[in-house]
T-cell receptor
C-alpha cells in the first residue's frame, strides 16, 4: 500500500520568499506524480504532472522535481504571493492501468503580505 | 474543454438516508474516479470506472456504489448514511495515464 507523507504540514512565509514543499512515498514503482492545489472547501486544481521518466517539470513560478528511486518529490514555488496561500497535495500514481491516486494530508501554505 | 462539474455543491442528509451525487466528466475522458475527503485529511480513493465498468475499489463498504454512463457522467450512491460519511466528495476524470487527472469542485455532504 502506497503511503504518502508531506513535510512540513504547515508553512507560513512573508511575501516574496521561495517555498519548498516536500513529498515522500513508500513505493517507488510509480507511473507518474501529480501536484495539486486545494483552496479551503474547494476541489483540487492540478499544478504539475511529472512522468516517472522525468527529473523535473516546470510551469511559470512552479518547479517540481522527482527522485523516483528514493521516493521523493519536491515542489518549488518562486517569489511567493498571498494568492499562493492554499493546501498543496502530491499524488503518486501506481501504474498506467492503475488509476488510484494516493494522497498525503498536504502542506498548508500561508503567504503573509 | 468544459472541465469536471459536480452537483449539488452542498447537501445535508439525515443518518440512515440515501444520497446520490453527480459528476459530469471532462469531454473525452473515459475514466472517472471518486474520492472522499474528511476535514483536514487527504482524499481517499473510493472507486473508479472505466468505460462504464467498475475496475478498482478502495476500502469502502458496499453501501458506496456508483455508475458511469455513456455520456461520461457518473453517480456516487451512498446508502444507510452514517455520521462519519460527512465529507467532501470529489470526482476526477482522466483520458489516459499520461495526462493526469482533472478534479471537480466537490460536493460537501453533511450527515446529521
Amino acid at each position: 500500500k502506497q503511503e504518502v507523507t508531506q513535510i512540513p504540514a504547515a508553512l507560513s512565509v512573508p511575501e516574496g520568499e521561495n517555498l519548498v514543499l516536500n513529498c515522500s512515498f513508500t513505493d517507488s514503482a510509480i507511473y507518474n506524480l501529480q501536484w495539486f492545489r486545494q483552496d479551503p472547501g474547494k476541489g483540487l486544481t492540478s499544478l504539475l504532472l511529472i512522468q516517472s521518466s522525468q527529473r523535473e517539470q516546470t510551469s511559470g513560478r512552479l518547479n517540481a522535481s522527482l527522485d523516483k528511486s528514493s521516493g521523493r518529490s519536491t515542489l518549488y514555488i518562486a517569489a511567493s504571493q498571498p494568492g499562493d496561500s492554499a493546501t498543496y497535495l502530491c499524488a503518486p500514481r501506481p501504474g498506467s492501468n492503475d488509476y488510484k491516486l494516493s494522497f498525503g494530508a498536504g502542506t498548508t501554505v500561508t503567504v503573509r503580505a | 474543454e468544459t472541465g469536471v462539474t459536480q452537483s449539488p455543491t452542498h447537501l445535508i442528509k439525515t443518518r440512515g438516508q440515501q444520497v446520490t451525487l453527480r459528476c459530469s466528466s471532462q469531454s473525452g475522458h473515459n475514466t472517472v474516479s471518486w474520492y472522499q475527503q474528511a476535514l483536514g485529511q487527504g482524499p481517499q480513493f473510493i472507486f473508479q470506472y472505466y468505460r462504464e465498468e467498475e475496475n478498482g475499489r478502495g476500502n469502502f463498504p458496499p453501501r458506496f456504489s456508483g455508475l458511469q454512463f455513456p455520456n461520461y457522467s457518473s453517480e456516487l450512491n451512498v446508502n444507510a448514511l452514517e455520521l462519519d460519511d460527512s465529507a467532501l466528495y470529489l470526482c476526477a476524470s482522466s483520458w489516459t495515464a499520461n495526462y493526469g487527472y482533472t478534479f471537480g469542485s466537490g460536493t460537501r455532504l453533511t450527515v446529521v
